[in-house]
């Protein structure tokens, strides 16, 4: 059973930065696509970015986050991380990582992966 449990959100100030970690149980994360998205109340999901496989070595973000976020992995410890810099007030979301089902896979900005977590509330404020 793959479980995925995220942490690190909290208050910030903007400008701020902040590290979200997804611990993942169940499988090595190295040979899944992994990924974030957010939802901040009354919008749409929406993607913020994701990595392939370990081997692959390819991430994508959205364009609001390029540059100020970044998207790593430590396999050792089967954990994902999103560093934030630069937060800005509309960063302000809850966020969620996610895991691909199939192994070595692309990164993706669908919504189709397999694996959600609970989610960490990221408040950054003005």
């Known amino acids: 059973q793959v479980q995925l449990v995220e942490s690190g959100g909290g208050l910030v100030q903007a400008g701020g930065s902040l590290r979200l970690s997804c611990v993942a149980s169940?499988?090595?994360?190295?040979?899944?696509?992994m990924g974030w998205f957010r939802q901040a109340p009354g919008k749409e999901r929406e993607f913020v970015g994701a990595i392939g496989w370990s081997g692959g070595k390819r991430s994508e973000y959205a364009d609001s986050v390029k540059g100020r976020f970044t998207i790593s992995r430590d396999n050792a410890a089967n954990t994902m991380y999103l560093q934030m810099n630069d937060l800005k007030p509309e960063d302000t979301a809850g966020y969620s990582c996610?895991?691909?089902?199939?192994?070595?896979?692309?990164?993706?900005?669908?919504?189709?992966?397999?694996?959600w977590g609970q989610g960490t509330q990221v408040t950054v404020s003005s």
């Open positions: 169940g499988r090595a994360i190295s040979t899944f696509a």
């Open positions: 996610v895991q691909d089902k199939s192994p070595y896979g692309l990164p993706s900005r669908s919504l189709a992966y397999g694996y």
